[in-house]
């Protein structure tokens, strides 16, 4: 009943905005509202003012600072959450589902549909990182930013977790020193906002930072310095939430 | 006739599909009954509403907004704003994942099962022990 009631509902729903297609602008249209105002004056202005040819970087960093300060600080949040909701030590860890179980090698040990070890750590991890350090630096210039690199940083740990048994991780990071981790980027974000208040300027103005160089290059100093707070709060909160959950769930090949 | 549906798919076709797409998590939210599923669905709805976004920063002979020397007028470049909101937008929506599945991890902990039917049946078995439990004391 409730299923038929839900269907007939979302038809309605999705039959009704016909009528209202006609305001949405046509695809591709350079006229139409969305690309017009504003977004003109990004595009235009976004090399001189902030020093960035990557208009993306230029507006969430530079134009936007503030929404970006506080996404930022929205991740430490959730990490925080996830560390503070599963603080409580389990009675049982939750068995890991029994698909996962069947596969024995021939000494009868369980062994896991996983990638190769040795492959993993020695060529493919590097080359991750090396691409996220990469995007982190260059991500004003080209395509990239902090976002990114934060996320490829934290998949590489995800790999680490995949491959290593559980009793004799490469990194050991608890969930709660994790957390700790992460919230240092939006601290390192704030504090870039003060440099600039004591170089005379506006908070997160970035061509007040008090050196002594062209505001081209602070511009760019910058926008470097958030990003890698970004990268800082978005990389710890990936592994506070990896290891949050991993830590509840119990595998064939733990000792404990 | 087909003419009409032709400009349609052509101008605002795509806005149909990211509907559907978002019918679709909602119709999932609401009829799935195992919790894992539903927040799979809510996934599928932010990412209906990301395409959404994308879509309007279209532009027709446009090319990614990284500055280049060849081209300098603003016609030239797709828009920027949908694409850096939505960037944040993505990220956000793993920490709600996150937090989400935390809280699964808790009400599995708690109950031994994720089902909506069973979660009922056994809180309504639990208020019932620990009302006859209070009458004994």
């Not at chain 1, 969305?34 to 202005?45: G, L, Q």
């Not at chain 1, 949040?77 to 909701?85: D, E, H, N, R, Y």
């Not at chain 1, 890991?96 to 062994?111: C, E, F, N």
Request: one cysteine or more.
């Amino acid at each position: 009943m409730r299923k038929t009631i839900t269907v007939i509902l979302l038809i309605i729903s999705v039959l009704v905005p016909f009528m209202a297609f006609d305001v949405l602008p046509v695809i591709g249209d350079p006229q139409s509202a969305p690309n017009t105002h504003v977004s003109d004056y990004y595009i235009e202005n976004a090399i001189e003012e902030c020093n960035s040819p990557n208009m993306v970087t230029a507006v969430i960093v530079d134009y936007r600072a503030f929404d970006t300060m506080f996404e930022t600080t929205v991740m430490f949040l959730a990490g925080l959450s996830v560390v503070i909701i599963l603080a409580n030590k389990p009675k049982r860890r939750i068995p890991a589902h029994s698909s996962l179980r069947r596969m024995k090698d021939a000494g009868g040990r369980p062994i896991y549909k996983t990638v190769n070890k040795d492959v993993m750590i020695s060529v493919i991890e590097p080359v991750i990182l090396i691409y996220a350090i990469y995007v982190l630096f260059h991500g004003e210039v080209s395509l990239g930013g902090g976002f990114q690199a934060g996320a490829l940083i934290g998949m590489t740990y995800l790999l680490d977790i995949m491959v290593v048994k559980r009793d004799r991780p490469i990194f050991d990071i608890p969930k709660a020193r994790a957390a700790a981790i992460a919230g240092f980027g939006p601290l390192i974000y704030a504090l870039t906002g003060i440099v600039t208040i004591l170089g005379g300027g506006l908070y997160l103005e970035y061509n007040k930072i008090p050196l002594p160089i062209h505001h081209a290059e602070l511009h760019s100093i910058g926008i470097t310095a958030v990003e890698i707070g970004v990268t800082i709060g978005v990389a710890g909160t990936i592994i506070t939430i990896l290891n949050a959950l991993m830590e509840r769930i119990s595998f064939d090949d733990d000792n404990d | 006739m087909m003419t009409m549906i032709n400009t349609f798919l052509a101008t605002k076709g795509i806005y149909f599909l990211t509907l559907v797409l978002l019918a679709l998590g909602v119709a999932g939210i609401i009829v799935c009954n195992n919790y894992m599923k539903k927040l799979i669905c809510m996934n599928v709805m932010q990412v209906a509403v990301i395409f959404f976004f994308l879509c309007l920063g279209q532009k027709s002979p446009g090319t990614i907004p990284v500055a280049m020397d060849t081209a300098v007028k603003a016609s030239q470049y797709i828009n920027p704003l949908p694409h850096g909101l939505m960037l944040t937008a993505i990220v956000v929506s793993l920490g709600t994942t996150g937090v989400g599945l935390s809280l699964l991890l808790r009400i599995r902990e708690k109950y031994g099962t994720i089902e909506e039917d069973d979660l009922i049946r056994r809180e309504d078995l639990m208020t019932r022990k620990n009302k006859d439990g209070g009458d004994r004391k």
